[in-house]
């Protein structure tokens, strides 16, 4: 390979949440036992270095040693169109269709102030993002789980006659769509996404699909944007993208939406303008144009192929070695969301006796409760294999 993709890095001290916040309390894992260091697979960023593009652009820009006041570039815009008809086949984007966003957190906020009243209701799958649930509930909206089932091949599947129920029952006419899924992994295939927008548009529901994980695809699936499925998907869908999880640049700040519909998106900029705070960096602007590159592009398709192989080796190895423990393998992002139920219930622990012990060894993973996963447990794989494997081996040796 081109780009190095094996080497352990030491990120403590280095502004980075997944080791600095270990033992701090709350969602954070404690820290392990003496003689054991620190495997992070919690936090959903990577431990691999972003593409030197990014660097070399962003050295290039801090150098110039003025950073005051400006617009997004032409450059950038056209990085998007490129970048969008590039990856997704998408060939009928234009510059006035983009918007920036403080984040695709920030990005689902605003919209639903837009398309909903406080208090609204709106649904999501589960499992579910923690991130969604957080920030809708901080913002006085209701959540309305349809739950996503596995088939008799273990694929994550969405329930459409459920969703339609509880559409039709509670009155719903706004709904957070996960392309590619999160934390199930799923890659949505076209007839899904085609027969959910059919659904929303039929009950006059408004989609905010985020598609921040759609560049990380793995094992021959293929993103297929929401917004592609149909015209009248077009128009009642607010798509939210980012190179963040793609490019690990998540500390940068800098994600974008795609709306085609005229009404839907001046109202939704219109929105993200009245704190004055949903503004651009200059520094992700540029760390976007430069990862946006055929350097980028290059990088991404070495990066796809070293997590396909992490998600083969992981689910492998639970399967042949962790009785108990069921896995659905991703087709999608870097996340595992393992079921422990049967483990706990034969070994006689609790959820809470199984996290202590992996992270007493040096497993930081998450809790997967709070993604309204009962018995599961989420485990990050963006890692040098080597280390992945040194977590499974401990598990073995030590937990399971």
Not at 327 to 334: D, F, L
Request: charged content about 25%; glycine content about 8%; aromatic content about 12%.
């Amino acid at each position: 390979m081109k780009y190095d993709f094996t080497s352990v890095i030491d990120r403590t001290g280095r502004d980075a949440l997944a080791i600095d916040a270990l033992g701090s309390g709350g969602a954070a894992p404690e820290l392990p036992e003496e003689g054991f260091d620190v495997i992070p697979m919690w936090v959903a960023d990577m431990n691999f270095q972003t593409v030197p593009a990014i660097p070399r652009a962003m050295a290039e820009r801090a150098s110039h040693a003025l950073y005051g006041y400006f617009h997004p570039t032409k450059e950038y815009f056209d990085s998007i169109l490129r970048w969008q008809e590039h990856r997704n086949g998408v060939t009928d984007l234009e510059t006035r269709h983009i918007g920036y966003e403080n984040g695709v957190l920030g990005g689902v906020v605003t919209a639903m102030n837009v398309i909903c009243s406080r208090g609204d209701k709106v649904l999501l799958h589960s499992p579910t993002y923690i991130g969604f649930t957080g920030s809708l509930r901080n913002n006085g909206y209701e959540i309305v789980h349809s739950p996503l089932y596995l088939d008799e091949n273990g694929i994550w599947r969405m329930d459409f006659e459920d969703m339609e129920k509880r559409i039709v029952e509670e009155k719903i006419h706004a709904a957070i769509f996960c392309s590619p899924h999160n934390p199930c992994g799923r890659v949505w295939e076209r007839w899904e996404i085609e027969r959910a927008m059919e659904i929303y548009r039929r009950h006059d529901v408004y989609v905010i699909s985020d598609e921040i994980w759609s560049d990380l695809t793995l094992g021959g699936h293929r993103h297929i944007p929401t917004q592609s499925v149909s015209e009248d998907a077009r128009q009642r869908t607010i798509a939210l993208y980012a190179p963040s999880k793609t490019f690990n640049l998540a500390g940068l700040v800098g994600s974008y939406h795609i709306i085609y519909n005229d009404w839907l998106r001046e109202r939704v900029e219109k929105e993200a303008s009245l704190s004055h705070y949903n503004s651009m960096n200059v520094m992700s602007m540029h760390a976007l144009t430069a990862a946006y590159s055929p350097e980028g592009e290059e990088w991404l398709k070495e990066l796809r192929e070293v997590l396909t192989e992490n998600v083969r080796y992981a689910c492998e190895f639970i399967r042949t070695h962790f009785e108990g423990i069921k896995v659905a393998q991703p087709e999608g992002t870097y996340m595992l969301f393992l079921d422990c139920e049967e483990w706990c219930v034969k070994h006689q622990r609790t959820m809470d006796e199984l996290l202590k012990a992996g992270w007493n060894v040096g497993v930081a993973w998450q809790d997967g409760r709070a993604f309204h996963g009962r018995y599961h447990i989420r485990v990050n794989l963006a890692l040098p294999k080597s280390r992945v494997e040194e977590a499974f081996l401990r598990l073995e040796r030590y937990v399971m």
